[in-house]
């Protein structure tokens, strides 16, 4: 929680000490007394017999004495009015940091209740504790960013999930009560997600969105997430596992993204989705179909030691630098209509057929693959069975996708 620091105490005017005051006096009778002798001395010396011209100058030496007092009520009063704006200052200050204080206090209260209910062993409960979260992240801005990360470390924790059925794609709910609760709660989560980092230009989200969201669900376990149209500053999922249909279409990622060591039981999508800073699969298991049609990369799209037991579709996407590397495709890979600078596929085992019709490239490599049955040849693409035999430009351009031959292939665990 969010400390409040206290300002810095500003310096005062000093207590007006009895001593002062009776200066002030003492100095305004001396000049008193002091002017009205000066000028009966002149009245005498100029015309002694004038009695009046005394009383004229005893006159002006009161008036003078009584101006004098007058500027020191005044400076009195002065003062008066700046000790009672400072202190109304200083009053306010200490209510805005009491208000402050209170408000974090309250925060702090209700996420540590939240934070205990998270583990209480009725569902009931911990549904509560959820939605008393994300009231308060929708409240409070501040704490926007650790809700989404409570969010995502309790679909971290331990879960049985539901066992696939042959293959279907959707899994069934589990047999017991507890689970079937517990499931509940998790796609509460996921929905809340859905709900608060959805992209403003593709849906309306109004006052619920939150913005500037790094999205981590590594090492979570998901049951049919529907996350499309999100808006996120990034997104990381190393060593996910998801069952049932995955709908990850339309984000936009505005820095890092990249899906390592995640297992896909049923049917993924990441169609129309846009990777400002590129997007890297590594290490990751599809057990059926991966739709990436239409999907845009700034930087590059990297694929690296991968199993895909299903399709692969990449058909319209639209990138720069697009590479598939020591991975295995037991279906086929659609690139049809793709719109890519370099495209490096290297140590890769095609089972299926590579349809690369209507692909756009500038310059493409293909080494060191095994092909089921070849591709149709594209006048962009040179195909070497060796990477040896690459010439150095050759070399370089897979060194920029962070190829290296010497690396071993990937360990892929088919558990």
């Not at 969010?2 to 009778?29: E, G, M, N, T, Y």
């Not at 010396?45 to 009161?62: F, K, Y």
């Not at 310059?363 to 594209?378: A, E, I, Q």
Request: aromatic fraction near 8%; include cysteine; hydrophobic fraction near 40%.
């Amino acid at each position: 929680m969010k400390l409040i620091s206290q300002p810095a105490s500003k310096p005062v005017d000093p207590v007006l000490r009895p001593s002062v005051v009776f200066l002030w006096a003492v100095v305004a009778l001396g000049i008193t007394i002091g002017l009205t002798a000066f000028l009966a001395q002149l009245s005498y010396r100029a015309d002694p017999q004038r009695l009046g011209g005394l009383l004229d100058v005893v006159r002006i030496g009161l008036s003078v004495g009584v101006g004098t007092g007058g500027l020191f009520a005044l400076w009195l009063a002065t003062r008066r009015q700046r000790s009672a704006e400072q202190t109304l200052k200083l009053q306010r200050e200490v209510s805005e940091i009491t208000v402050i204080d209170s408000t974090e206090r309250r925060i702090t209260d209700q996420y540590s209740k939240a934070i205990e209910q998270l583990g209480h062993e009725k569902a009931a409960v911990r549904l509560g504790a959820i939605y008393s979260l994300e009231r308060l992240a929708q409240e409070h801005a501040g704490h926007r960013q650790t809700v989404v990360d409570v969010f995502c470390s309790y679909l971290r924790l331990p879960f049985e999930p539901p066992a696939d059925r042959g293959k279907r794609a959707r899994p069934a709910a589990p047999d017991n009560v507890e689970g079937r609760a517990e499931l509940e709660v998790r796609r509460t989560i996921q929905s809340m997600l859905w709900a608060h980092l959805g992209d403003p230009d593709q849906r309306a989200v109004g006052s619920k969105r939150w913005p500037n969201i790094d999205l981590d669900l590594s090492r979570t376990k998901l049951v049919d997430p529907i996350l499309r149209m999100l808006a996120v500053r990034s997104l990381k999922c190393e060593d996910m596992v998801v069952h049932g249909i995955a709908d990850f279409s339309r984000l936009r990622v505005a820095e890092h993204a990249a899906v390592g060591g995640a297992r896909f039981h049923g049917q993924a999508t990441f169609a129309d989705s846009v990777f400002s800073d590129g997007f890297a699969l590594i290490s990751c298991v599809f057990e059926s179909k991966l739709d990436l049609s239409g999907v845009r990369a700034e930087r590059l799209f990297a694929v690296t030691t991968c199993h895909f037991r299903g399709e692969v579709d990449l058909s319209n996407c639209v990138m720069p630098n697009l590479g598939f590397f020591k991975s295995r495709f037991d279906r086929d890979l659609v690139l049809r209509s793709g719109d890519c600078t370099v495209v490096m596929i290297m140590e890769n085992d095609f089972q299926g057929t590579v349809v690369n019709d209507a692909l756009e490239v500038s310059t493409g490599l293909v080494t060191n693959c095994s092909f089921r049955r070849l591709p149709d040849r594209h006048p962009k693409i040179v195909v070497f069975d060796d990477f040896q035999d690459t010439d150095s430009n050759l070399r370089d351009l897979a060194a920029h996708f962070g190829y290296d031959p010497t690396a071993p292939n990937g360990d892929i665990s088919d558990e």
